[in-house]
């Protein structure tokens, strides 16, 4: 990397969109991926819901950040790197920056492009000293070798904040982190957030707040559809469904139909009946303790465990096992 700012568009949703959609919405039990609600307008959505005070979530991670400060910051290795899978906005890499001269780079990593690029250009404005090489892609479809000429120079640190692990099935972590064990070696780190379990209603007034803001994330699915998939379907025909499965362990947020419904999707057909949803994330709720034995077995060691004064949320600091 040299002092600069970089963009690398990997183009990884434009023929994923259309095929997911198709093939999860003819399945019997109906499902889109979680990557499928961030368009630029889903991003935007996100954002809004970090603000909501039903959203525990990034208040409890930043919380931990300024508490934890000085910890973290002496725990990255010098001259490091930011990969971060997911970034989304500026704002909790820009703590990290407040926290740490250590870092010298950032590669944001993200498949909602106009909002990566956006963010990554508000933050090389604030800091021009950094490097930045921002990629739209998949996270979990990375080149490694692409990623190791990156940051070539620096000491790689995998931030993976928020509770996007917990959208992700077991499979895709336990290859997120196989690829995060390439990409660190044995020098670098992983600041990891984890979402803890807790009661119901904290949980459901979390992933269904009074303002409808998670409403209209959830259903930014069906007007990305229309945008983009020439579909021409009524959003209101479908109502925000938030679940807790407690079997599970996860919140799952479905898209209900009130109404039967029929569309096309070019030459497919998709039927869904009264009642019948469509399933577009999960949100994993993790213990500790379970979680860290985990990541015991696939070859990391927890160096260091955050709360926040709730204990709603875990932040950890991760190494390769020798
Ligand atoms: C829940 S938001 C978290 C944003 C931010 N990291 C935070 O902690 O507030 C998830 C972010 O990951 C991105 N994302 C979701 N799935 C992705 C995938 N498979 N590959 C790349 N980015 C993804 C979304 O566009 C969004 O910006």
Redesign the pocket.
Known sequence: MKMSFDFTDLA?TTVSFRDDVIVGLTQQLKKTS??HL?DER??QF?EQI?ELEEYYV?RA?MEIFDAAALHISEALPSNCTIV??????D??ISQLLKLSKRIKGYVP????KT?LLKMSKKLWQNYPHLDIHAIC????QLDTDHIAKIIDGYNPVVFF????IG?LSADEITKLLMQTKKIIGGQGKMIL?IDLQKTEEVLLQAYDDSKGVTALFNKNLIHRMNRELQTNIDANCFKHHAIYNENKNRIEMHLKALQDLHFWIGDYEITLQKNETIHTESSQKYNVDDFSRFLNTVGFKVESIFFDTKKYFVVLLLALKK
């Open positions: 990884p979680p990557m961030y889903g991003s996100f970090c990034t991670e971060e899978y997911g970034s989304g906005s704002r909790k990593i993200d498949i909602s909002f892609a998949n996270f979990l904040p928020g509770s996007s959208n957030g």
